[in-house]
Each structure stands twice: as structure tokens, then as C-alpha cells.
């Protein structure tokens, strides 16, 4: 099954717009350029974006659809290889204060963990290890 293509457009010099089939659009850019995201950047909200999809219904479930939930993905840097990312760490911030019993607060927790770790395509693409493949017209 493949989905729909997403497009990256050359704007300017080092600087580059993404649309997909659906009307979205998003600023890409060399490191430094204000409004817009580099692909590291954008490989980090993807990975948080997915979790936070992934993972929003368990806890909107137990607190509420008003709950303000933030994602933040951090990466750290290959020290041989500065292009690569060593890892890369998620963090909800989330109040799970309403929840008063210690055990359902794990349990709740556990199982975002586990909708994550089965659901969330784009972590565990990047966690397999998905081949990619470029071509060029020659």
C-alpha cells in the first residue's frame, strides 16, 4: 500500500516548500533561516506528531478533551557522524494529576507506551531502519 506522494519545490536558494495531496504546506530551509524547518526539524516533529496522534485518544479518554498535551522530540548527534542522529528521545508533557490512583496512572501510561511502540508509523519506520531508494533522471 502506498499513500500519497509529498512534494518538496525548490523556492529559493536553500530554501524549499513541502506539499502533499491535501492542501498542507510547510517551509523547509538550511539551519538558521527564520519561518521555517529543517529536515532534522522535520523528522523530529514527525516522530512527536505521530506519538502524540498515536497516543492522544488513551489519554484525552482519561482526561478530558480540553487536556493540553505536548509532545517534544530532542535528538542527540553522532559525535563521528554530526550528520546522523545518535537518538532520539520523546517527552509528554501532560498533567496526570486528576488521576490519583498510582496504579492507574501506570497502567495509563504504559499502555501510551504501547499504542506508541505499536502504532506510530513514523517511529517505527525509523527505528527498523526503512530502506530508502533516490532516483535521478539520467
Known sequence: MSSSPVEVTRTGASTFTASNGRGGTVEIAAGGMPDAF????????????CAQL?????????LGDD?????????TV????????ESVGVSFEVDLSAITDEAERTKLVEAVRRAIGRHCTVSRSVERGTPITFTLPS
Request: hydrophobic share 40%; net charge negative.
Open 67 to 75: 487536556a493540553p498535551i505536548t509532545a517534544r522530540a530532542e535528538r
Open 78 to 85: 553522532d559525535e563521528q557522524d554530526p550528520e546522523t542522529f
Open 54 to 62: 498515536t497516543g492522544q485518544n488513551l489519554l484525552v479518554r482519561r
Open 38 to 49: 529543517t529536515p532534522g526539524e522535520l523528522l523530529l516533529a514527525a516522530i512527536a506528531g
